[in-house]
């Protein structure tokens, strides 16, 4: 519990660093000002607080928040700790849908490419769970056929791109690099839905994703329908990573690191793990998005190339644990 309140603490500092810091910078005093609705807010720290900052940040947070949860959902179902949406692909096909969304209709609406991202995302579960089945799924069998499926609607994202139109292909290509740059009130409330629906069922069947850690074998012995678990893990895993993707582009290793963070706070609990998973995500996405528009001025970093900076040693780190263990 004191690890927890310690992660929630960081959390405000986190926040009200990226609502202070920035070209302008605006005081502690002003931030609460603004917050609270003060006649002592100036002008200026209104439009730049609730205009630009706070937009960004809540989204930052909501993504975060989406990318880690659904990563502790694919840890869980497919039981191996180096496991993330982008692993399987279930990633990779919301960024098909998208960039295919982007370069046909240049300025989609938020609502028609979160839907069709949450679309491509589901597609490819289904596809790889289909390919994947053999009396059954095996967490190796679809590891292999998301990686595969993934390779294959990259280079669908690559040949829509060959043939679009130049500067509708340049806002996909700046998309998929992940990106809360452009954050709206409207994108928020789309994610916030997602989200919601998202962490609802998770908490719904943490005791289930408890379960099935423990293997199959043991999960039948005790009763739980395994394959039917699996299929809703999958659904729910391609509900979250399809509105983040749909929100900010492909934003990396969240939904790996986040989960880890949480173990070593509450244990393996999936009832205890899920709020501290997506607090963490939400703070790793935030903390990189300040680092990457404070540390390389002028020309900041999208938070997907800081994310995967930071994720990067991270993989490396687990992978020599792992080997040594």
């Known amino acids: 519990m004191r690890s927890v309140l310690i992660l929630s603490g960081f959390s405000v500092v986190i926040l009200i660093l990226a609502l202070a810091i920035g070209d302008h910078h605006v005081s502690i005093a002003q931030i609460l000002a603004v917050l609270t609705d003060s006649p002592a807010a100036d002008a200026q720290s209104i439009q730049i607080i609730r205009d630009i900052r706070l937009p960004r940040v809540i989204l930052g947070f909501l993504v975060g928040a989406s990318l880690a949860t659904a990563g502790m959902i694919a840890q869980s179902v497919l039981r191996n700790p180096l496991a993330e949406p982008g692993l399987i692909g279930v990633n990779a096909g919301a960024a098909l849908a998208a960039v295919i969304v982007i370069v046909r209709f240049e300025v989609p609406p938020t609502h028609l490419l979160s839907w069709l991202a949450f679309a491509g995302a589901l597609t490819m579960s289904l596809a790889i769970y289909a390919l994947s089945w053999n ?16 390779s294959l609607a990259g280079a669908g994202a690559n040949f829509i791109s060959t043939f679009g139109n130049p500067q509708a ?5 700046v998309w998929l690099s992940g990106s809360i740059y452009n954050s709206t009130w ?6 916030a839905t997602w989200l919601t629906i998202g962490i609802a069922g998770s908490a719904l069947i943490a005791r289930e994703m408890d379960l099935l850690i423990l293997g199959d074998e043991t999960a039948r012995a005790r009763g739980q329908p395994v394959e039917l678990i699996r299929a809703v893990m ?3 895993c391609a509900v979250l990573s399809g509105a983040a993707v749909a929100a900010a582009g492909l934003v990396a290793f969240v939904g790996l690191i986040a989960p880890h963070i949480a173990r070593a706070l509450v244990g393996h609990s999936h009832g205890l793990m899920l709020p501290v998973t997506a607090l963490a995500g939400g703070l790793l996405v935030v903390g990189a998005d300040l680092a990457a528009r404070t540390l390389f001025t002028p020309a900041p970093l999208p938070v997907g190339l800081m994310t995967a900076i930071l994720g990067a040693p ?3 780190y687990l992978m020599w644990r792992k080997k040594n263990a």
């Open 135 to 150: 009396s059954g799924s095996s967490s190796l069998r679809i590891i292999l056929i998301g990686i595969g499926l993934s």
């Open 169 to 173: 292909v340049q806002r996909a290509m």
């Open 186 to 191: 409207d994108k928020i409330r789309t994610l």
């Open 234 to 236: 999958f659904v729910l």
């Open 314 to 316: 991270f993989f490396a």
